[in-house]
């Protein structure tokens, strides 16, 4: 599914064009999910599986919000982008590392388009922020197992919807970008391919390493795990909202409902999941593998 949603990202910017307003919206939805699933389903996932030890699940929170951050000040990770709102390209010059900028800006104008080879900072920072998504999956489903939950995709649902609904999104990033550089679309394309099999893969290596690190015994690991995708999934939302709200004052209204929406969509998301419990972790890491085809077992 992570493979299928960045494909359609780059489906979307070749046929769709969104304008500012339209994109913000969508933004502040997804914004909203992702900061609910943050804060209602694995900061308390992390608590949970750390026995409790609110001091870990913070520490944890606070290393994914810096790794973001880094992210995002390295790379230049989230520039979701727009066709015809020339107001933004200003902003997105003096902000590049957070702003949403037009796919039609002139490339001698703004320091993302100077080079053709500008997309490459971009693919390796939203690859490595799938990898951090991969990993989170594997986790969530190794914990729902555990929980003899049924279906191993029903506690992890708003974990995947955040996901997916984001993924398009970032994939829409280096495709706009590449074509602002002048690339044709058979390169486009690959590039958009490489970038959709990143979760993928990250989700079976996470199988094969929860298989080789994880002490059925102990839910450290998992904890962690958590409590790292918590806080990126913070830095990463408020990342796309609260630039809108500093520097435009339009559409408030729709954008702060849109928020909201997302925000309840989580809260009703939360509401079938079902109860926690600590038992059979070794068992919920080999149905894991089994889940990703990896079909690696734990020797006793």
């Known amino acids: ?6 494909l359609a990202g780059g489906v979307i910017v070749s046929k769709l064009k969104f304008s500012h307003t339209g994109l913000q919206l969508l933004l502040s939805f997804v914004g909203g999910l992702m900061l609910s699933v943050a804060i209602l389903h694995l900061l308390p996932h992390s608590v949970l599986e750390l026995n409790g ?18 992210l995002l000040r390295t790379f230049r990770v989230h520039q979701h982008v727009t066709h015809d709102d020339e107001h933004v390209h200003d902003h997105s010059c003096q902000h590049p590392e957070h702003t949403h900028t037009t796919a039609s800006e002139d490339p001698d104008h703004c320091e993302v388009h100077s080079s053709r080879y500008s997309w490459i900072g971009l693919f390796v920072g939203l690859g490595i922020h799938s990898i ?11 914990d729902s197992v555990a929980q003899n939950a049924g279906s191993p995709l ?24 590449m074509r602002s550089a002048g690339w044709d679309q058979k ?14 893969i990250s989700i079976y290596t996470a199988a094969y390493g929860f298989d080789i690190f994880a002490d059925p015994g102990n839910t450290t690991l998992l904890g962690w795990t958590f409590g790292i995708s918590a806080g990126c999934f913070l830095t990463i ?42 038992d059979g972790h070794n068992h919920a890491i080999s149905q894991l593998q ?11």
Request: net charge negative; hydrophobic share 55%.
């Open 1 to 6: 599914m992570t493979f299928l949603s960045s």
């Open 53 to 70: 030890d609110t001091h870990s699940a913070a520490l944890a929170v606070l290393a994914g919000i810096l790794v973001t951050f880094l």
């Open 132 to 142: 951090i998504d991969g990993v989170a999956i594997s986790a969530i489903v190794v």
């Open 154 to 177: 029903l506690p992890g649902l708003a974990l995947a919807a955040a996901i997916l609904l984001h993924k398009p999104l970032d994939a829409m990033s280096v495709i706009s970008v």
């Open 187 to 200: 390169n486009i394309m690959l590039v958009n391919v490489a970038y959709a099999v990143i979760s993928p």
């Open 237 to 278: 939302a408020l990342s796309d909202i609260l630039p809108e709200l500093t520097f435009h004052s339009h559409d408030r209204l729709k954008l702060t409902l849109a928020l909201i929406l997302g925000i309840l969509l989580g809260l009703g998301l939360q509401a079938v999941e079902p109860e926690h419990n600590h």
């Open 290 to 300: 089994q889940v990703s085809g990896s079909g690696a077992h734990r020797k006793d």
